[in-house]
């Protein structure tokens, strides 16, 4: 996931850094309130942080990845078209375009380069980058090697796909917007509403914070909205 992210870090970094934010956390929590389900409340989600950000960079870069791929794919037929060999035209793919598309077919080219069989090299890229297009291509390519047949066109006609893919998934983004926009307003308003409330009169709020019944409730409460939150995003995640 780190790789698929373009993180730059180690593994071993990130563990250790994982293990640091949610012992700190539990530990904090747990000496503010003296409550260890909060504190363990607290530890699960700080060290969830560095996960749900590795995927969230995950997730864009091959968002970035898969639209951009139709003008790769067009690059490269137009490279077969031209008489151009397949490894030649994977380096003109390398030179021509921008990240992240750039980086996985220069290191596709590079592999087969330097003594990687060349259908070995495509299925690293497909392992790497996991996305059904790229698979698709990849399989396309392998095939086409084996028993022949225009390459070129069968190149077209997946970038077409492609494209329809994508603007089907857009117009699913505006018609799930309303159901994502619900998700957060229900995620923020019990904490802007639980502000305004101890604001205005905190000895009522603070209740929650001292009477073991309170904490057990508001913990309860956490809880719920994170499942909440989640199953939300979960009905209104379309896969195209």
Do not use: C
């Not at 747990?30 to 969230?56: E, F, H, K």
């Amino acid at each position: 996931m780190m790789e698929q992210a373009g993180w730059k870090g180690h593994l071993p970094t990130f563990v250790l850094g994982t293990i640091g934010i949610t012992v700190a956390f539990g530990m904090g929590i747990l000496t503010l309130t003296n409550y260890w389900p909060a504190a363990l409340l607290a530890s699960v989600i700080a060290g969830a942080i560095p996960y749900v950000i590795a995927r969230y960079r995950r997730n864009k870069r091959m968002y970035a990845f898969e639209e951009m791929l139709p003008e790769a794919i067009d690059l490269l037929g137009r490279a077969i078209r031209a008489g151009h060999p397949l490894s030649a035209g994977l380096k003109m793919v390398a030179d021509e375009t921008t990240e992240p598309i750039q980086s996985e077919f220069r290191r596709t080219h590079e592999e087969n380069r330097f003594g990687l069989p060349f259908e070995d090299a495509l299925l690293a890229m497909a392992d790497r980058v996991n996305i059904v297009d790229v698979r698709i291509l990849v399989t396309a390519i392998l095939i086409q090697r084996e028993v022949g047949g225009n390459l070129a066109e069968v190149l077209d006609n997946l970038a077409n796909v492609i494209r329809v893919r994508f603007t089907i998934r857009r117009q699913l983004r505006v018609y799930t917007a309303q159901g994502r926009f619900s998700g957060y307003v229900l995620a923020i308003l019990p904490i802007a509403v639980g502000g305004a409330i101890y604001s205005l009169n905190p000895p009522y709020m603070r209740l929650l914070f001292t009477d073991p019944f309170g904490k057990l409730m508001l913990l309860t409460a956490v809880i719920f909205q994170i499942v909440g939150f989640l199953w939300i995003r979960k009905i209104v995640d379309i896969e195209i």
